[in-house]
């Protein structure tokens, strides 16, 4: 079964630094997602994306994240200058091709932490 | 308020037994969907099953369905025949508005079912 995979499992940087959470979502989806976990807490949404913009967004996607879709297959979350608070596991995801949100299907997450 | 409301934080079920995991939500929206995902302790999510809000009759899965009750705005997960694989928190998600036009998943707070041998 096709499956959205997310790279690294596992990042730590020190705080001020810029990550880029990699992800490749599944391969006939149109539209892709970001949502974050902190430790304990709700999985809360940040973004998601279509046609090469930004269809909406949080008001945790501040100026200091930022997403790209740079080739035909990969999707990227930046964010520029981590903080403490930025520590969480980062969960990719993508649906369609047909509407955005009857399946959507996760990555398995990247766990960042920051020091 | 909680758009979404989880009242059960942990629960236990013996192995083969059936077990109903709670959800009620909140949208003034004539259109949205409901849906119900898993996370392992590995961390992923997995989707398992999900309800449009005009589909008349209950989403079913294999061992998942749902039960729907539009009035009572309820949107419980039943698991039939528990396996000792089913040990997880269980999330109830929402998006509000139409599948064309909304984006948004709105999650409540899970519960960890643990299934006993």
Known sequence: EPEVTQTP???????GQEV?????PISNHLYFYWYRQILGQKVEFLVSFYNNEISEKSEIFDDQFSVERPD???FTLKIRSTKLEDSAMYFCASSGPVTPNEKLFFGSGTQLSVL | AQKITQTQPGMFVQEKEAVTLDCTYDTSDQSYGL???KQPSSGEMIFLIYQGSYDEQNATEGRYSLNFQKARKSANLVISASQLGDSAMYFCAMREGQADSS???????????????
Request: glycine share 10%.
């Open chain 2, 35 to 37: 849906f119900w995902y």
């Open chain 1, 72 to 74: 035909g297959s990969n």
């Open chain 1, 20 to 24: 880029i959470l990699r992800c490749v």
């Open chain 2, 103 to 117: 984006y948004k998943l709105i999650f409540g707070s899970g519960t960890r079912l643990l299934v006993r041998p």
């Open chain 1, 9 to 15: 499992s596992h990042q730590v940087t020190q705080m």
